[in-house]
């Protein structure tokens, strides 16, 4: 099957298709089991477990496509040939946790010291900008694959550090600054990513004005 994007670029998604039985993923695992995971399963899988637990209610957002070309190899059978995304998305995730209005992005690099600008889009920058305007808490789950190490960047240092790449600074985000203002996420049982814990530090932080 072929998607297009709005401009009628081809996409191509090297993504690993989300597990089937989420709810087979509940069960008590280790995390040896869950290391050929990707960080978007890893997240739905949390955000199941806390939907369940009732914490939060945090959903993957879905994208809209256009159907235009679809196969029928036999009479209750129908294969989709042909898609377009109807539009560029914004960001991945977005719920609602103690009564306040949640969106994110999740991105994975392969790079050890800096996390490129690449991986994001205007487009998802001035949806943040939009989201942080009526007050809603935005940030980014940024996972450094080879070290496995796991942060949440908030929405508001990534757009400041963005404007001013656009101006001539460093087209990415040194390790440095992700450890010194981001929050590490440490891998667990279940949820895999608690990230909730740091958005609890995050809010904490805008609480005090820092």
Not at 49 to 56: M, N, Q, S, V
Not at 67 to 80: G, L
Not at 123 to 138: K, P, S, V, W
Request: contains cysteine; aromatic residues 12%; hydrophobic residues 35%.
């Amino acid at each position: 099957m072929v998607f297009h994007y709005p401009n009628g670029q081809p996409y191509s998604n090297n993504e690993t298709k989300s597990t089937k039985n989420q709810a087979q993923q509940l069960k008590a695992t280790t995390l040896f089991g869950n290391r050929g995971m990707t960080l978007e399963e890893e997240l739905n899988h949390s955000n199941q477990y806390y939907r369940l637990h009732e914490t939060a209610v945090i959903y993957k957002k879905p994208t809209p496509i256009q159907i235009v070309k679809v196969d029928y190899p036999a009479r209750s059978q129908a294969v989709i040939k042909e898609a377009y995304f109807k539009q560029a998305s914004t960001t991945d995730y977005n719920g609602v946790y103690q009564r306040r209005y949640l969106d994110f992005e999740a991105k994975e690099t392969k790079n050890k010291t800096a996390f490129p600008f690449r991986n994001f889009h205007q487009h998802q920058i001035e949806h943040f900008r939009a989201c942080l305007h009526q007050g809603g808490i935005c940030f980014v789950i940024m996972k450094f694959v080879p070290l496995q190490r796991l942060f949440l960047y908030p929405a508001t240092r990534l757009i400041s550090r963005w404007d001013a790449q656009v101006n001539g600074a460093r087209k990415s985000i040194p390790l440095s600054d992700v450890i010194e203002n981001g929050f590490e996420i440490k891998y667990q049982l279940n949820p895999i990513i608690p990230y909730l814990d740091a958005v609890d530090l995050l809010l904490m932080q805008q609480n005090k004005g820092v």
